[in-house]
């Protein structure tokens, strides 16, 4: 298990806008957007680069080139939805699934009320996406369903992680990276994270 805490100056700075309670919408939606682009420019640091020639006007160069390992986004709805914009702008061939899940009230056990993931998921990379990592169980059951289609390599992205949420995740899959640009102090009894940045849905839709 890793997790992998993003202080780059942009990415914090950009966080404290979006903390602030007195960031409207537009702005909130459209700084999710980049927090999500500059943290994703984190979190393909390992993809596989080959060596190609290419023709510049003066000469032959030898140089890099990403080496095929494709990639997919899974925003969890629907704050996620919040975060593909930024990714996409980054990664414009990377495929976009969307997940969806409740918890059924008796059996609680995750069911997807939504689920539609690229086809050939199982030859991709996953990025999860998801802003906030509070209790950690809508990103255990996401994860636990997409690990059914068998995807290559898992990874969860969010912006702000709890610690309960954390330890949830890394104990129940500990095989999937965690990326986050904060770790903050606790849940509230409502199960929103201290400080936080309050409802990123409603933030970002301006539901609230
Ligand atoms: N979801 C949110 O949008 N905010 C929280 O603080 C926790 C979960």
């Known amino acids: 298990m890793s997790v992998f805490f993003m202080d780059h100056p942009l ?17 909130f939606r459209e700084i999710i957007a980049e927090v999500a682009m500059l943290m994703c420019y984190e979190a393909t640091r390992d993809l596989p680069l080959k060596e190609v020639e290419i023709e510049t ?40 699934g969307h997940i969806g899940l409740y918890r059924d009230p008796e059996t609680l056990k995750p069911q ?25 169980g809508t990103a255990v059951d996401a994860i ?18 709890s610690p309960d949420g954390i330890e949830n995740l890394t104990k ?18 409502k199960g929103y994270i201290v400080p936080g940045l309050g409802d990123a849905g409603d933030r970002i839709f301006g539901t609230k």
């Open 172 to 189: 129940a899959h500990p095989d999937v990276s965690i990326y986050c640009a904060a770790k903050d102090e606790r849940l509230n009894e």
């Open 112 to 136: 997807s009320y939504y689920s539609k993931l690229p086809k050939d998921i199982a030859q991709r990379e996953v990025i999860i996406l998801d802003p906030m990592l509070a209790t950690g």
């Open 57 to 96: 006007p003066i000469s032959v160069a030898k140089t890099k080139v990403l080496s095929g390992r494709k990639l997919a986004f899974v925003p969890i709805l629907r704050a996620g939805i919040g975060m593909e914009a930024g990714v996409r702008r980054l990664i414009p061939a990377a495929k976009i």
């Open 144 to 161: 636990t369903k997409i690990k059914e289609f068998g995807p290559r390599n898992l990874k969860f992205m969010c912006i702000i992680a």
């Open 11 to 27: 990415i914090q700075h950009k966080l404290s806008l979006l903390r602030d309670k007195n960031t409207g919408s537009k702005d």
